[in-house]
Each structure stands twice: as structure tokens, then as C-alpha cells.
């Protein structure tokens, strides 16, 4: 199969510009036989290689990324690693009792082998750690989904601690929220640093992972042989840990919904501005409402800076243009000024676009599409939690290890055919700007 599409993505990701330059990418060149190819090195990919260094550690590991580490969508989220239902797609974060229980449970499952990770591979504690996550309320929808969101988790038997303003306040040096909820299960990361980290361990230990190496074209010669602008990769056994390029690759086409969104990152603070906002250096809220703008304060490598993420637009072509990036970036200074007054004067120095993929009825794509394929994909917009759990759950499946969270995630439906109607991308933007709009104070 001939691949149909490469993966671009728009303007720099900004947590990477933080990190010192990287030692130059080793591409992929000539021919070389592996026990298992891992297309794709995100945090499916990543996770996948981990899983199986651990489980085979004699065998012979190949990742091949197209671009360079930490610089496609692992590099450009918001660095949250949640346990507890959030499901972008929907009016509210939760869905059904039972099926959020055991979401939860898989979840958590995906962490502990994150921070698994981070140990094993000593990763900083700027990298991953553990501090919960808050929901914080700007205004009254933002309240009303929260108070919804509290019952839920009490019905699911989770701890959650709400904060007031002054909490609030003290915490983000920001008068803007009236309150948050708080629950102690989520990690957050610096992203760039975790994939960059664990690549670098994962080499350590023997897997071969080879960079500015896209897959242009991959198929079956006795084994599965993968082709790259300067070479091949011949192997029995693949994951496809790619996520909505699972469509370029040929599998689940129509079914898949490609989604950018997009974050802002200022320039570092300098000794006054920090004084002058105030609050604690380190921490990141989610917006109440889906749809509303996350924001991030962090101070270690790259200095102290302030992160803000909002927007989402439908792309089914999964590209968006500068021009795209320069009509967000207004609201993004306007959601950090509102925010942030006391900082004003203070620019964004990097702005960029991230790749998600979603499903309409919020399943993921892993299992066995062909014989020796394997699926790690569509992460719901969840890439840091969900790619490293069908990451581990495509290794568990290839090797035959079966548990309650794989038998979950192959008893899953197919995703949902995408709707067949004309003008398909304005009506799903049209409703994701109404959403928006909703959003009032929480945007």
C-alpha cells in the first residue's frame, strides 16, 4: 500500500523550542531486518517499544518517526495525563457510568506505565509528575459543569476537592476564576521532555529508533516491508502507532475525524512580571466547559512562561496554513490578556498547531487489521494517556496477553461511519464555533 499522505505539522512546537538542540537524527538508510517495526514514535510508539523491550528483550526493536522527536502532535499538546473521563466530543466530560469506570481503570493503567517510564529511564521531575489536574470555572456555565461533573465522579466513587476563588487565585496569581475542582489522579508533563527522554532510554536499552524516516509505502513480502525515502525495514510484525494517518495507511477511511487545535507560549518572564503575577510557578488548569481554554505556568528549562491552548477546527485534510495560525493567535492573546492583566506587554513567542484524531462514537482503532498489523491509533484527542495505552495494549494483543482492558478495547465497536453530506467540514466547523461561542468566559 502506497502511504497517501504525510504528516505536516504548522509552526514549532513550542515545548521542544525549550529543550537544547538535539543530537543530529539518525535516518533510516538501506535495507534492515527487525523482529518488530513500530511506525511512529509518539507516545503509542514509544510505549509500544517500552512494552516490548521489556517482554522480548532479545528481539531486535525498529521505530522508524517522520519527523524529528518531540516535533509532531507529542510535542504540541497541553501535557496533561488524565485518569478520569474526558470526552472532548461531548457537551460534558462525562458518559455512561459504567463504561467512565472502566475508562478510568484503563487510564490508570496507561500513567503508572508512564511514570514506569520516567523512573526507568530517570527522567526529570519537570518531565512527569503526578499533581492531579483542576477544572477551573470562569463563570457560571463553568460552575454548572462542574457541580454536574462532582456528582458524576461521586457516583463513581471518586475524590474530588473544590477551590474557591481565593484557592484560585493563590494558585494562578489570576482573579479570572471563580473556582475549580480538583482531583488528585492526573499527571502532567512537559511533553517534549518525556518522548525526547524515553527515546533516549529506549536507545539506551537497544531499540533502534530512526528519525526523518516517513514511511512512504508498506507491504506485505512474506514479512511486512516498510519503505522510507532512503531505505527499507523488513519485519514479521508492525504497529501502526500513527493515529489519524491510520487512514493514509488505507485502514478506517470515513470513519476517522481529524481535528487541529492549537496553543500559544510566551516569551520568559522576566523577575518583575513574575513578581507582578504572583501565584505558584508550576501548575496547569482545563477549562470547565470542553470547549474552553487551557492554560499551563511553567518555570523550569526555557524559564517561566505561560502557556494558553484553545480553538479546534475540523480538517479533514490534515493540514491547516499559516493564515489559520495568525487568525487563532487573537484569540488566544485575547484569552491570556483577560486572564492575565498584570502581564500586559508580555507576547506570545511561540504558536502552533496539533494534530488530533477522534471518533465519532469516542472508540480507539487497536487491534489486528492484518495478519502481523497492528493498530495503536485514534486517540481521541487524549494522545498522552490513550497512545500510551493502545501502545501497550497492540504489544499485549501481538503477543498473546490477554487482560480486561485489551478484551474491553477489542470488544469495542468500529468507529462510526463519518456522515456522507455535502459540505461535511463547514457544518462540523459551524457547530464546533457554536460550541465555542457556549463557551462564553470558559474560551
Known amino acids: 500500500m502506497k502511504v497517501s499522505r504525510l504528516p505536516k505539522d504548522p509552526g514549532p512546537a513550542g515545548w521542544n523550542c525549550l529543550l537544547p538542540e538535539a543530537s543530529q537524527a539518525v535516518e533510516l538508510a538501506g535495507s534492515e531486518t527487525a523482529d518488530w517495526l513500530i511506525i511512529g514514535a509518539g507516545f503509542a510508539g514509544l510505549a509500544a517499544a517500552r512494552r516490548l523491550s521489556l517482554a522480548r528483550p532479545g528481539d531486535r ?66 518531565a512527569f509528575r ?10 457560571e456555565r463553568g460552575h454548572v459543569h462542574n457541580r454536574d461533573y462532582a456528582r458524576h465522579l461521586s457516583a463513581m466513587g ?27 489522579g492526573a499527571a502532567i508533563i512537559q511533553p517534549a521532555m518525556f518522548v525526547r527522554g524515553a527515546a533516549d532510554g529506549l536507545r539506551a536499552r537497544g531499540t533502534t529508533i530512526y528519525e ?11 514479512d511486512w516491508m516498510a519503505e522510507t525515502p532512503k531505505g527499507t525495514v523488513s519485519a514479521p510484525r508492525v504497529i501502526l502507532a500513527v493515529n489519524g494517518h491510520l487512514n493514509s495507511f488505507g485502514f478506517a477511511r470515513g470513519r476517522l475525524m481529524h481535528v487541529f487545535t ?54 479533514p485534510a490534515m493540514e491547516v496554513d499559516a493564515r489559520r495560525i495568525e487568525s487563532v493567535a487573537r484569540d488566544h492573546d485575547r484569552a491570556f490578556q483577560v486572564r492575565f492583566p498584570m502581564l500586559a506587554g508580555v507576547g506570545m513567542e511561540y504558536r502552533w498547531g496539533g494534530r488530533l484524531c477522534l471518533s465519532r462514537n469516542d472508540v480507539q482503532v487497536v487491534g489486528e487489521l492484518e495478519d502481523g498489523l497492528y493498530s495503536a491509533c485514534c486517540q481521541n484527542g487524549l494522545g498522552t494517556v490513550k497512545g500510551t495505552l493502545a501502545g501497550m495494549l497492540a504489544v499485549d494483543l501481538a503477543l498473546g496477553v490477554s487482560s480486561p482492558t485489551l478484551e474491553r478495547a477489542l470488544a469495542a465497536d468500529a468507529p462510526k461511519a463519518l456522515p456522507r453530506v455535502p459540505f461535511l467540514s463547514i457544518a462540523a466547523n459551524a457547530r464546533i464555533r457554536w460550541g465555542e461561542w457556549r463557551a462564553g468566559r470558559e474560551l
Open 61 to 126: 526493536i525498529v521505530v522508524l518517526e517522520a519527523t524529528r522527536i518531540a516535533e509532531g502532535p507529542a510535542g504540541r499538546n497541553s501535557g496533561f495525563m488524565i485518569d478520569l473521563p474526558h470526552d472532548l466530543a461531548s457537551e460534558s466530560y462525562e458518559g455512561a457510568l459504567d463504561k467512565d469506570v472502566a475508562q478510568t481503570e484503563d487510564n490508570r493503567l496507561a500513567i503508572a506505565f508512564a511514570a514506569e517510564m520516567a523512573a526507568a529511564f530517570e527522567l526529570p521531575k519537570e
Open 212 to 222: 526523518n524516516s516517513p514511511v512512504i509505502s508498506l507491504e506485505r513480502r512474506g
Open 262 to 315: 492549537y496553543g500559544s507560549m510566551t516569551r520568559a518572564l522576566n523577575p518583575d512580571e513574575v513578581a507582578r503575577l504572583g501565584g505558584q510557578p508550576d501548575w496547569g488548569v482545563l477549562p470547565a466547559d470542553p470547549m474552553g481554554t487551557t492554560v499551563r505556568r511553567v518555570s523550569g528549562i526555557g524559564g517561566d512562561r505561560i502557556v494558553v491552548r484553545n480553538r479546534f477546527t475540523y480538517d
Open 130 to 139: 503526578q499533581s492531579g489536574k483542576i477544572n477551573a470555572a470562569a463563570g
Open 158 to 184: 471518586e475524590a474530588h476537592e473544590w477551590l474557591d476563588f481565593t484557592a484560585m487565585r493563590n494558585l494562578t496569581g489570576a482573579e479570572y476564576y471563580e473556582g475549580g475542582l480538583f482531583t488528585p
